[in-house]
Each structure stands twice: as structure tokens, then as C-alpha cells.
């Protein structure tokens, strides 16, 4: 199946830095999106992409659906304790209903 | 602010038993997914259900699986005889209206296989 590298696997970082993680594809997806999962919980949408090219923002978050279709990226400001966890990045394919997922960055904020 | 919801938070069965885990998807969404995810896994598409019959399946989603909307509101989730790699967290999902790709998923069920 359709596999998304993600990367990095895991980010330490301080308090207030800024965190930038990407995504990319041997495919082209349609759609990218980005959620957040705590431990123990469901993943929750962070931003949703949808045009070649596109820059959203949500806040402190900005993510970049790429030019080529296969990649994007997600950018978070001014990291805050509360932005630990995990990040996915999950696509989707022409006329499919399905999200591939990625392996997820795990972020970790030192105090 | 409309949810996805799950019951049970955590079902434990025994091998070869069956399960059916429940969802309840946002009210005005129209497409249902499940997903499941292995501990320390990605998340990873199982099924998605439209006008009332599976618009699309992964090969996970065996002989062994079903999904069903019995009613106006819920949206179930079998697995006929249960297998230790079955065990995992299962995410229900729903989308619809103008965002028609926007998924939001549930908390999930942990379901443990012994």
C-alpha cells in the first residue's frame, strides 16, 4: 500500500522554540491533514489541505500542502508545554474514501 | 462542539470470541470510517461506510470483520472470532457536510486479546 515518510521520528526541544515536521509521498494525494494525538486518546484534526501550494493556519500551526503533491509540512511557533505529543501527517488518494497515516512525530518539550 | 464517541473505552475478550464495538458518528456527517492502531503503530484504515454499504475496505478488513449502521445513529464494528493480533486501539471516524474530507475520530476502544 501507499506508504508517507514522515520525519523526524522525534524532536526535544525548548520551550518557545519552533518545530517544523514534513511528510512525503512516492504518490500524489489529494488532501493532506494533520493531527495530534495524546496518549490514550484519538487522534484530533489539526489543519486540513487541499490545493497544490496551499498555506493554512490554525493559530501557532501553519502547514503547506507541497507544489508537487507528494509532500507537506507542518510548522509550529513558539512551542508551549501543552504541544507535546504526537503529530501525524495523513493523506488522501483520488477517489479514495481511506487516510494513509504517517509513522507520527513525537515531540517532547524540555523545561 | 459535536463529537465522535465510543463504548467501551477498553474491552478484553478471549481469542475466538466475538466482539462489536459501537460509534456514534457526528450527527449531520454521512461517512463513517474505522481505523485501528497497534500500540506505538500509525494509524491505519480498516473501512469506510456510505449510504448504508462499505464504499471501501483495506486488506486488514478481512472475512472476519463487519460494519453495520443498525439505527439513525450508531455504527458498529464486529469481529467474528477474535486473534491475539487483534488486539489494538480502534478508532470510529466520521466526516460530511461542506469539509466532506475533513475525518474526526473518536477517543477509541482498546481492545485486548487474550
Known amino acids: 500500500g501507499q506508504q508517507l515518510n514522515q520525519s523526524p521520528q522525534s524532536m526535544f526541544i525548548q520551550e518557545g522554540e519552533d518545530v517544523s515536521m514534513n511528510c512525503t509521498s512516492s504518490?500524489?494525494?489529494?488532501?493532506w491533514l494533520w493531527y495530534k494525538q495524546d496518549p490514550g486518546e484519538g487522534p484530533v484534526l489539526l489543519i486540513a489541505?487541499?490545493?497544490?501550494?496551499e498555506l493554512t493556519s490554525n493559530g501557532r500551526l501553519t502547514a503547506q500542502f507541497g507544489i508537487t503533491r507528494k509532500d507537506s509540512f507542518l510548522n509550529i511557533s513558539a512551542s508551549i508545554p501543552s504541544d507535546v505529543g504526537i503529530y501525524f501527517c495523513?493523506?488522501?488518494?483520488?477517489?479514495?474514501?481511506?487516510?494513509?497515516f504517517g509513522k507520527g512525530t513525537h515531540l517532547i518539550i524540555q523545561p | 462542539e459535536p463529537e465522535v464517541t465510543q463504548t467501551p473505552s477498553h474491552q478484553v475478550t478471549q481469542m475466538g470470541q466475538e466482539v462489536i464495538l459501537r460509534c456514534v458518528p457526528i450527527?449531520?456527517?454521512?461517512?463513517f470510517y474505522w481505523y485501528r492502531q497497534i500500540l506505538g503503530q500509525k494509524v491505519e484504515f480498516l473501512v469506510s461506510?456510505?449510504?448504508?454499504?462499505?464504499?471501501?475496505k483495506s486488506e486488514i478488513f478481512d472475512d472476519q470483520f463487519s460494519v453495520e449502521r443498525p439505527d439513525g445513529s450508531n455504527f458498529t464494528l464486529k469481529i467474528r472470532s477474535t486473534k491475539l493480533e487483534d488486539s489494538a486501539m480502534y478508532f470510529c471516524?466520521?466526516?460530511?457536510?461542506?469539509?466532506?474530507?475533513?475525518?474526526?475520530f473518536g477517543p477509541g476502544t482498546r481492545l485486548t486479546v487474550t
Open positions: 461506510f456510505y449510504n448504508n454499504e462499505i464504499s471501501e
Open positions: 450527527s449531520n456527517h454521512l461517512y
Open positions: 489541505l487541499y490545493k497544490a501550494g
Open positions: 471516524a466520521s466526516s460530511g457536510g461542506q469539509a466532506l474530507y475533513e475525518q474526526y
Open positions: 504518490s500524489i494525494f489529494n488532501t
Open positions: 495523513a493523506g488522501r488518494e483520488g477517489g479514495a474514501d481511506g487516510l494513509t
